[in-house]
């Protein structure tokens, strides 16, 4: 079992920039991808940046491509999530999940490990 811990949510402007971090522990094989979502409220999950564990390419949801970049250091176990150029719509809370996905990369439902949750809220 992969244990998830997010940090790094905040408030800030329109424009402006955050980065979110996830430490991760307890890591195996039993995971092939890994990544953020978000949900706000009264809306479904959606997967926003993932990348797969054997393989550094990344892969963005067409809302925030070029905006958001996903990236890791296996030094720190920390996957991180840079978000520039931030915009209201962005406003959600921020989840890193981890799983052994053998259907869409961006189902919620492909993944197993899921930490707590940061909140981004994002004024205009």
């Known amino acids: 079992q992969v244990q998830l811990v997010e940090s790094g949510g905040g408030s800030v402007q329109a424009g402006g920039s955050l980065r979110l971090s996830c430490v991760v522990s307890g890591y195996t094989s039993s995971s092939n991808y890994i990544g953020w979502f978000r949900q706000a409220p009264g809306k479904e999950r959606e997967g926003v940046a993932i990348r797969s564990i054997g393989d550094p390419r990344p892969y963005y949801a067409g809302s925030v491509k070029g905006r958001f970049t996903i990236s890791q250091d296996n030094a720190k176990n920390t996957l991180y999530l840079q978000m520039n150029s931030l915009k209201p719509e962005d406003t959600a809370m921020y989840y890193c999940?981890?799983?052994?996905?053998?259907?869409?990369?961006?189902?919620?439902?492909?993944?197993?490990?899921w930490g707590q949750g940061t909140q981004v809220t994002v004024s205009s």
């Open positions: 999940a981890a799983g052994r996905v053998t259907g869409s990369i961006w189902s919620p439902q492909e993944y197993r490990s």
